[in-house]
């Protein structure tokens, strides 16, 4: 296909800069990668990394929830073709032969590439993808309603789907934000009594419509012994960062539960061992999936209804988008 010399992309050039709108020169595809023309990039709190310097280095183009249409293949390329709709998510690749990789833990890579993090992502009018982080996308899906589940999707399901928890268990999510909204429908669709966890009344109805069975604020009662008096969690799916409301979640969960661990605090969590071992309970991080996690996530999606709260921006104002991350209702998409 016909493609530009140069096109435009927003990068972050300095540690701690805005964003900086940039003309790139078009590159072919080497060996196992293609080119995409962008169609939707998602605004993650992750790209906050990139600007602080402290995932990769700058320059850098960043945007890890890409969608796009192939539209350059590299030497020898087989499986994919030009005009497949595709994605880019966190994991961005492999190197194959590391001990996560020869047990089938891609994401776990010891050298992953990461997109918008180790190589230039989607804040552009085209990003070079790595075929075998590939995500096949089906063509009649809204790729700014399938961008943000290439992180916050995938991240929500895949770990969900991973816990020791049957339905019509207790799976209780905290925070209704990014993460959560997304996090509160895969619950609902998989068959758990979902609990909303939120430090005020304002997402009550919010919550509800999302799939939410129950909702218990914060600022009335005491959460943990809330979930307590409904039979305890089997799972606390902890989606906001906020050390203090973890550590005090603890005592929420049931016999064997399991205290999920998806977003960053800045500041170190503590936590009383006693009821870890009285309990069998047990705190788990989870690293998003690699691309066939995010196949699974994008199918689920689209055959459960799940669908993400996006607010849209014109890659112009990616430094807008980007601001108003803390404001978003709940996930930002870039649309070339």
């Known amino acids: 296909m016909s493609h530009p010399q140069t096109y435009k992309a927003y990068a972050f050039t300095r540690k701690d800069g805005n964003l900086e709108k940039v003309t790139l020169q078009w ?145 209780a999510v905290q925070g209704i934000g990014g993460l959560g909204h997304l996090a509160l429908q895969f619950s609902k669709a998989m068959g758990y009594r979902t609990v909303a966890l939120s430090s005020s009344p304002a997402k009550k109805e919010m919550a509800h419509h999302l799939g939410a069975t129950d909702y218990i604020d914060g600022s009335k009662v005491d959460q943990a012994q809330a979930l307590l008096d409904l039979g305890g969690a089997k799972v606390i799916m902890v989606t906001a960062p906020n050390s203090e409301v973890i550590q005090s979640l603890m005592g929420g969960l049931c016999v064997g539960g399991q205290l999920l661990i998806l977003a960053l605090p800045e500041e170190p969590a503590t936590v009383s061992l006693v009821p870890m071992i009285t309990k069998r309970l047990s705190i788990i991080g989870w690293p998003s999936g690699h691309a066939k996690d995010s196949e699974d996530t994008v199918n689920f999606a689209r055959l459960a209804g799940v669908r993400t709260m996006i607010e849209e921006y014109p890659l112009d104002k990616a430094q807008e988008a980007f601001d108003h991350l803390p404001k978003a209702r709940f996930r930002a998409v870039l649309v070339p």
Not at 30 to 58: M, P, W, Y
Not at 86 to 105: A, N, Y
Not at 112 to 139: C, F, H, M, W
């Open 27 to 171: 590159k072919d595809p080497k060996e196992n990668q293609v080119v995409i023309k962008v169609l939707a990039c998602g605004v993650c709190h992750s790209d906050a990394g990139v600007k602080g310097a402290r995932f990769g280095t700058l320059p850098r183009v960043p945007g890890h929830e890409i969608i796009g249409d192939i539209v350059a293949l590299g030497p020898g390329e087989a499986h994919f073709k030009i005009g497949q709709r595709v994605g880019g998510g966190w994991h961005g690749g492999h190197c194959g032969t590391c001990q996560p990789c020869r047990t089938g833990e891609y994401q776990t890579c010891e050298n992953q590439a990461i997109n918008g993090v180790t190589q230039d992502g989607g804040y552009a009018e085209y990003a070079t993808l790595r075929t075998e982080a590939l995500v096949s996308i089906p063509k009649d899906m809204d790729p700014v309603q399938a961008a943000p589940l290439l992180c916050a999707g995938v991240t929500t399901f895949n770990s969900l789907r991973a816990m020791d928890v049957r339905p019509g268990d207790i799976v």
